[in-house]
T-cell receptor, first 112, second 112 residues
Framework: NAGVTQTPKFQVLKTGQSMTLQCAQDMNHNSMYWYRQDPGMGLRLIYYSASEGTTDKGEVPNGYNVSRLNKREFSLRLESAAPSQTSVYFC???????????FGPGTRLLVL | QKEVEQNSGPLSVPEGAIASLNCTYSDRGSQSFFWYRQYSGKSPELIMFIYSNGDKEDGRFTAQLNKASQYVSLLIRDSQPSDSATYLCAVNRDNYGQNFVFGPGTRLSVLP
């Protein structure tokens, strides 16, 4: 039982490049989330998926897209990376949106 | 006013002492409250949650909720150097995914 897994662990991009961050959970959770964490800013919600087949914007969705591929997988795509997207990205999942969230190990992204 | 506020710290306590971490929130209708611990370079992990006014104890940890005053606190008894981390308060305002809001965190340092 791996919980929430994320790939890659670390990535360096040049401005304008695109990439997809992958997230998968094996806890049979319905809801999944993408956050970014910046120094002094705490965790900020980018997008979430309350259940398979639905996605909704969070606090900071600009510059990102998501796909809920199936119940297990929720990916985050940066179409044209910008230095302002340098951050640590966490994926999380929960049984339902009001329940405890469990986090993956994070992806450290550096955009030059 | 930020939705969830915490003193950024660092809060320094000697080993064996009680560490008291505080969190205030602005939405009076908030329903559930969570404390996460995050070690440097790691992902947040749940310590405990509380839904009802009063105290909830789990080992060395006690969460206290006062909805009338809109604050939630975490007490750590017999603090250990291994408790040194950033503690994140999270508030779920309702049953919608985007309303699970994290505070900026308080950095705790337990001195041997």
């Amino acid at each position: 039982n791996a919980g929430v897994t994320q790939t890659p662990k670390f990535q360096v991009l040049k401005t304008g490049q695109s990439m997809t961050l992958q997230c998968a959970q094996d806890m049979n959770h319905n809801s999944m989330y993408w956050y970014r964490q910046d120094p002094g800013m705490g965790l900020r919600l980018i997008y979430y998926s309350a259940s398979e087949g639905t996605t909704d914007k969070g606090e900071v969705p600009n510059g990102y897209n998501v796909s809920r591929l199936n119940k297990r997988e929720f990916s985050l795509r940066l179409e044209s990376a910008a230095p302002s997207q340098t951050s640590v990205y966490f994926c999380a999942s929960s049984v339902a949106v009001q329940e405890t969230q469990y986090f993956g190990p994070g992806t450290r992204l550096l955009v030059l | 006013q930020k939705e969830v506020e915490q003193n950024s710290g660092p809060l320094s306590v000697p080993e064996g002492a009680i560490a008291s971490l505080n969190c205030t929130y602005s939405d009076r209708g908030s329903q559930s409250f969570f404390w996460y611990r995050q070690y440097s370079g790691k992902s947040p992990e749940l310590i405990m949650f509380i839904y009802s006014n009063g105290d909830k104890e789990d080992g060395r940890f006690t969460a206290q909720l006062n909805k009338a005053s809109q604050y939630v606190s975490l007490l750590i008894r017999d603090s250990q150097p291994s408790d040194s981390a950033t503690y994140l308060c999270a508030v779920n305002r309702d049953n919608y995914g985007q309303n699970f809001v994290f505070g900026p965190g308080t950095r705790l340092s337990v001195l041997p």
